[in-house]
């Protein structure tokens, strides 16, 4: 059952990733985004980390593509391939696809045979527990950091009186 | 039960189809979702290493958590950055922002 669900939302995600970097239409290509970022958190959710794949739907999709599109209403992208591609097209898909190639080749050496079981049970409460006890000092760094882009958000953002 | 690397692939689909759209796109809004895509990516991989793994620890979906934070962070300043080279430039397109390249 996991595997068919897994199937499905990782083909859509591999189209929707697809048609955002080849789409004419910015706006289009911020949806598309918004489907990629919506499959990654079902396979979050899918592979027992209900946590992380909340915090996604919360701060990707209801943030970041919030923002994003905020950004393109903003700065008027001129609509069509040419005004959105650059002429180095053919190279970068020659290096994406080496990319691909070489850490296909890696990873299938490297993980064959090794199964995710399901059964298992990952629970937020014990996430939340090694956050706040191990993980305590990274964590205020970030929200110290996320203090920092704040304040730089703002700054970079002001219209100079 | 199902084979770690379907995952794996799956992530690695996206890493390089995030690659190709930073290097093949020219406005910075379309760079910045082809870099979220890339860090999406290297997120499914860090969860699925903590579930084939049966990390009691949770190590990579802490990991995830951090990187997802991090990445909340980043579009915000880079956004700040794009509105104000349009404010400037009255452009958006990285080719014409080269004053500073060599």
Redesign the interface.
């Known amino acids: 059952m996991?595997?068919y669900v897994?199937?499905v939302i990782?083909v859509l995600?591999?189209i929707a990733?697809?048609r955002?970097?080849t789409t004419k239409n910015?706006v289009h290509?911020?949806l598309y985004?918004l489907m990629?970022?919506a499959g990654?958190a079902a396979?979050?959710i899918l592979?027992?980390?209900e946590?992380?794949g909340w915090?996604?739907v919360l701060?990707?999709i209801g943030?970041?593509v919030v923002?994003?599109l905020?950004?393109?209403m903003?700065?008027r992208?001129p609509i069509g391939r040419t005004?959105?591609?650059?002429q180095?097209?053919a190279?970068?898909?020659l290096?994406?696809?080496a990319?691909?190639a070489m850490?296909?080749m890696v990873?299938?050496r490297a993980?064959?045979?090794?199964?995710?079981?399901?059964s298992?049970t990952?629970t937020v409460r014990?996430?939340g527990g090694?956050?706040f006890t191990?993980?305590v000092l990274?964590f205020e760094v970030?929200s110290v950091?996320?203090l920092?882009?704040?304040v730089?958000?703002?700054v970079?953002?002001k219209r100079d009186e | 039960m199902m084979p770690v690397t379907w995952v794996l692939l799956l992530s690695a689909f996206l890493f390089s189809v995030g690659v190709y759209g930073v290097l093949a796109r020219r406005n910075a809004v379309l760079i910045l979702m082809s870099i979220e895509v890339m860090l999406t990516a290297v997120n499914i991989n860090l969860v699925a290493f903590n579930a084939m793994l049966k990390d009691v620890e949770m190590m990579g979906q802490i990991f995830a958590l951090f990187i997802i934070t991090i990445a909340a962070a980043e579009i915000g300043v880079g956004l700040a950055i794009v509105i104000l080279i349009y404010r400037n430039r009255t452009t958006v397109t990285v080719d014409e922002v080269s004053l500073m390249k060599w």
């Open positions: 996991h595997q897994f199937v990782g995600m591999a990733a697809v955002l970097v910015v290509g911020a985004l990629v970022l990654a396979i979050f592979l027992l980390a946590f992380v915090v996604q701060l990707y943030a970041v923002l994003l905020f950004g393109l903003l700065t992208a005004a959105l591609d650059n180095s097209r190279l970068a898909a290096v994406a696809g990319i691909f850490t296909s990873l299938v993980f064959d045979g090794q199964m995710i079981d399901f298992q990952l014990t996430l090694v956050l191990k993980y990274p970030v950091l996320l920092a882009a704040l730089g958000a703002v970079l953002a």
